[in-house]
């Protein structure tokens, strides 16, 4: 298993030397408590300052005020901050939005996100070129002519559908909560559904190709789904 692969997924070795998906491991692969604390800050800060304020600016300035603490506590550890980073740049558009529209136009940023993403891999299903199968190729997990097996094919397809589900359930959720203008809800609704729902599609994930790609990668892959 390739080196890249096994931090994507958060996996670590046992004695045995076997890869396992652990508690911990999957805990790192999501960034720790900062990856957590990156995540969740700024949606829970907005939410919670706008359900007692019921003022945007009031609920935009929390959310960007504790953003700039956490990359700066980053930039005094001499952490990686490009998530943070990345982090502040997508709360200074929510913010931007929310200020100029309504409350709820702070979250409106993730539905063409995942709405993105969603897209993104059902078109290449689409296309017959399952970006899951793309991502295993680029890590070394699988070789250039992955697409001429049939069942490795098949898989690839199935886990691109898998994932793009994650992101359709995000905006089955929290596009009706926007729509009926129920911020505290969609806010609360945006930090369950973020690192929360991808460390369990990661597990998920793991158990399916444990199950089927390395389960019959020593013998013709008959594992896989016929």
Do not use: H
């Not at 957590?36 to 907005?46: K, N, Q, R, Y």
């Not at 919670?48 to 935009?60: E, F, G, L």
């Amino acid at each position: 298993m390739s080196q890249g692969f096994d931090k994507w997924m958060g996996l670590e070795t046992d004695k045995d030397g076997e890869y396992v998906l652990t508690a911990r491991s999957l805990y790192k692969s999501l960034g720790g408590k900062w990856g957590l604390i990156e995540s969740a800050i700024p949606p829970l800060s907005f939410t919670i300052t706008y359900s007692m304020t019921k003022s945007v600016v009031a609920a935009v300035s929390t959310a960007l005020a504790l953003t700039v603490v956490v990359l700066g506590i980053q930039v005094y550890r001499k952490r990686p901050i490009l998530n943070a980073f990345a982090s502040f740049l997508g709360i200074g558009i929510a913010a931007w939005l929310a200020l100029n529209g309504s409350a709820g136009d702070f979250f409106v940023k993730d539905f063409f996100v995942n709405g993105g993403w969603a897209a993104g891999l059902l078109l290449s299903v689409i296309v017959g070129f399952p970006a899951f199968g793309l991502l295993m190729r680029a890590v070394g997990e699988l070789t250039d002519d992955w697409r001429k097996d049939r069942k490795i094919k098949r898989l690839m397809t199935y886990l691109s559908i898998f994932w793009s589900c994650l992101y359709l359930i995000r905006l089955g959720v929290q596009l009706p909560l926007y729509f009926s203008n129920q911020v505290e809800a969609l806010g609360f609704a945006k930090v369950l559904l973020g690192l929360p729902l991808f460390g369990s599609w990661i597990v998920l994930t793991w158990i399916i190709l444990k199950r089927t790609l390395y389960a019959a990668r020593d013998g013709n892959l008959e594992e896989i789904s016929s």
